[in-house]
C-alpha cells in the first residue's frame, strides 16, 4: 500500500496566554490519503482552524508544537528547514482563509495576487498564469471571468472574494488543500456551484483535501471521512455515511440535532402602524454602476425582516444605505415615520444610537490594537456617556449577555479568539449603543451550529425584552426559518418577493425563490449529486459553468 500524503501523530499544541502555556490541540492523530478530502468538524474554539495550520507545519504567533509530527509526503514540516517550507507551501500544499477580505492584499488586483505562487515556484509564467486564473474563475462561476481579475478585492462582493481565493489555492494544482469554511460567505446557489467545482478539481487532479466546516449538510457533500473535534481533543472519525447514520458519541449527536429553534409566529402588524425602519423606492450606485433599483421595505418595532438573496444581489448594500454608510441616490429612509439624513455624517448622536450594525466580517471589522473591553466601551462612553466602574459594569453585562466571561476575555485582542468569538464581539458592541434598530449581517455565517443557534436565542430573547427591530441579512435559509417575522428576497439589486415567513416558505413564489428553496443542502451525501441531476447537469463538474 502506498504510504498517505498526510500523517499526523499524537499532535500537542499550545497557546501562550499572560501567564503560562495552555493546551489548544490535545494529542489528535490524523491520515489523509491523496485523492481523499477529510470533513473536521465541531463548535467555536474546538481547534479546528489550528489543526488545518498545523498540517501545513505552521502555528500562529503565540502557538507552539510541545509534542507530536506532521509529516507531508515523508518531509517532517516540524523539522523542515525554512527552504523545504518555502518549497511547499502555495505549491504543492495551498490555504483557503475564512476570510477572503482579510486575507487579499486590498493594494494589489486580483491577478495579480492569484498569479504570484505560479510564477515564483515556476509552474508557469505570467501570461500563462493570468489564462489559467481566468479559467479557474469560469470553473467557479464568477462573473466576468476575463475581467473580474483585474478589480481590486475591494470592488467584488464577499462571496465572490471567496471563489477568487479558492482559484488562487487551485493556481499550482497543489497536493493537499486546506479548506477554512470556504463557502462560509455564499449564498446557497453560489456554495453549490463551488461546491461542485472543489469536487471536480479534487476528483480531476487527484487533489487531497481537509475541509473545514461547521456545516454538517456541506460537509456531507463534500468529505470521505470526517473527524469531530472538541476543545482540541478528538471526539470521533468515521467514514461519511456511518457518521451520519449512526454517531457514537454523545456530542457527536448533538450537532446532529441542533437547529431545533424555531421563533413561533407573531400576528400581523396593526393596520396604520408606523414602522421602525421604512425604506421607501431607494436607488444607489456606486460610482456610476447602479446597484439598487427601486426598493422598498419596512420593518416594525419588535419584528425581524430577513433579507435573502445570492452574493452581489444587494442585500448589503440596502443596510449600507440605511445606517448612512451609502446614501441612496434615489428614494428615502424613515426611522419611526421621520426621514433621515442620507450621509451618516449628516445625522445626529441620537439618530446614530438608535441604528446599529453588525458587520459580516468580524475579522475586518474589530480593531485589532484594543482590547475586547476596550471595543465595547467605546460605544457605551460615546452614546450613554458612562465612565469609570459603571462602565466597566456595563461592559461586563453585555460580556455576560453573549456568554464570554468578562474575567476571562476583557483584556484579550480579537486575534486571541476564535472567529465565533470575534462575531459575538461585534454583537455586544452593537447592542452597546441600546438601540431600536440592529442590521444583522450574516451574524451567524462564521459560527459553528451550535453557537449559532445560541446566538439565535440570545437575539430572540434581547428583541423580546427590548422590543427591538433587526434587519437580518442571510444566505442561510434556516435561519430565516428559525427568527424571521417576514422575507424580503432580492436579486441584481431589486426586490423580486416579500412576505410573511409563513406565505414565502410556501409556494407558488417567485421562481428564484423557488430555486433558492432547492438550494439549501441537506445532511445526505447524495443530495448534491441528485440535485445537479436534477438541474440536468450529468458530470458533477459541469455544474461550475451549467447556468441552472
Avoid at 452574493?311 to 428614494?331: D, V
Avoid at 438608535?354 to 460615546?382: C, H, K
Avoid at 459560527?447 to 445560541?454: H, P
Wanted: glycine residues 8%; charged residues 25%.
Amino acid at each position: 500500500m502506498t504510504e498517505p500524503l498526510l500523517t499526523i501523530r499524537d499532535l500537542h499544541l499550545e497557546g501562550r496566554t499572560d501567564e503560562e502555556w495552555v493546551p489548544i490541540i490535545k494529542g489528535v492523530d490524523l491520515t489523509l490519503d491523496r485523492g481523499e478530502v477529510l470533513g473536521l468538524i465541531g463548535e467555536s474554539g474546538a481547534g479546528k482552524s489550528t489543526l488545518g495550520l498545523a498540517a501545513m507545519g505552521y502555528c500562529r504567533d503565540g502557538v507552539r508544537v510541545s509534542q507530536g509530527q506532521v509529516k507531508f509526503d515523508g518531509i517532517d514540516l516540524f523539522e523542515a528547514s525554512a527552504g523545504q517550507k518555502r518549497a511547499l507551501l502555495g505549491k504543492r500544499i495551498a490555504y483557503v482563509a475564512q476570510s477572503a477580505a482579510a486575507s487579499f492584499n486590498p493594494a494589489h488586483k486580483i491577478i495579480d495576487q492569484h498569479t504570484e505562487a505560479p510564477v515564483r515556484h515556476g509552474v508557469m509564467g505570467r501570461a500563462e498564469s493570468v489564462e489559467d486564473g481566468v479559467d479557474l474563475y469560469e470553473r467557479l462561476r464568477l462573473p466576468n471571468p476575463e475581467e473580474i481579475g483585474f478589480r481590486y478585492p475591494h470592488q467584488v462582493s464577499g462571496g465572490q472574494l471567496q471563489r477568487a481565493m479558492t482559484a488562487m489555492a487551485m493556481s499550482c494544482r497543489p497536493d493537499l488543500i486546506i479548506f477554512d469554511e470556504p463557502t462560509t460567505a455564499l449564498d446557497v446557489t453560489t456554495q453549490i456551484e463551488v461546491l461542485a467545482a472543489i469536487r471536480r478539481i479534487v476528483k480531476d487532479f487527484g487533489t487531497a483535501a481537509i475541509y473545514i466546516t461547521h456545516d454538517l449538510a456541506v460537509v456531507a457533500q463534500m468529505a470521505d471521512r470526517i473527524k469531530v473535534l472538541l476543545r482540541g481533543e478528538e471526539v470521533e472519525t468515521n467514514e461519511t455515511r456511518a457518521m451520519l447514520s449512526d454517531p457514537q458519541e454523545e456530542y457527536t449527536k448533538s450537532l446532529w440535532a441542533v437547529r431545533s429553534f424555531k421563533r413561533p409566529a407573531k400576528p400581523a402588524v396593526a393596520e396604520g402602524t408606523v414602522p421602525v425602519i421604512s425604506v421607501r423606492n431607494v436607488d444607489a450606485s456606486y460610482g456610476p454602476v447602479p446597484v439598487l433599483h427601486d426598493i422598498s421595505f419596512d420593518v416594525h418595532k419588535g419584528r425581524t425582516v430577513a433579507v435573502v438573496g445570492e452574493s452581489g444581489s444587494g442585500k448589503s448594500t440596502a443596510a449600507r444605505c440605511i445606517t448612512g454608510l451609502l446614501p441612496p441616490t434615489g428614494g428615502e429612509i424613515l426611522l419611526d415615520g421621520e426621514p433621515m439624513a442620507a450621509d451618516y455624517r449628516k445625522r445626529n448622536k441620537d439618530t446614530l444610537r438608535r441604528v446599529q450594525m453588525i458587520y459580516q466580517m468580524a475579522d475586518t471589522a474589530l480593531n485589532p490594537r484594543m482590547s475586547v473591553g476596550q471595543i465595547i466601551a467605546r460605544p457605551v462612553q460615546f452614546y450613554l456617556g458612562l465612565r469609570g466602574a459603571a462602565k466597566r459594569k456595563r461592559v461586563n453585562e453585555l460580556m455576560e449577555q453573549i456568554e464570554l466571561d468578562p474575567a476571562e476575555y476583557y483584556g484579550r485582542l480579537p486575534s486571541e479568539l476564535s472567529g465565533g468569538q470575534k462575531q459575538r464581539i461585534g454583537i455586544a458592541r452593537a447592542l452597546a449603543a441600546e438601540p431600536e434598530f440592529i442590521i444583522c449581517d450574516e451574524v451567524t455565517s462564521a459560527l459553528d451550529q451550535l453557537v449559532a443557534e445560541g446566538i439565535l436565542k440570545l437575539l430572540a430573547r434581547l428583541q423580546d425584552e427590548l422590543q427591538l427591530s433587526y434587519m437580518f441579512i442571510t444566505h442561510d435559509l434556516a435561519t430565516v426559518r428559525a427568527i424571521s417575522d417576514e422575507v424580503v428576497v432580492m436579486k441584481d439589486g431589486r426586490v423580486l418577493d416579500q412576505g410573511p415567513k409563513s406565505e414565502m416558505f410556501r409556494p407558488p413564489h417567485h421562481p428564484y425563490t423557488d430555486l433558492l428553496l432547492s438550494s439549501v443542502p441537506e445532511m445526505d451525501p447524495d443530495w448534491l449529486t441528485h440535485l445537479l441531476e436534477t438541474r440536468g447537469v450529468d458530470n458533477i463538474g459541469d455544474a461550475a459553468t451549467d447556468k441552472m
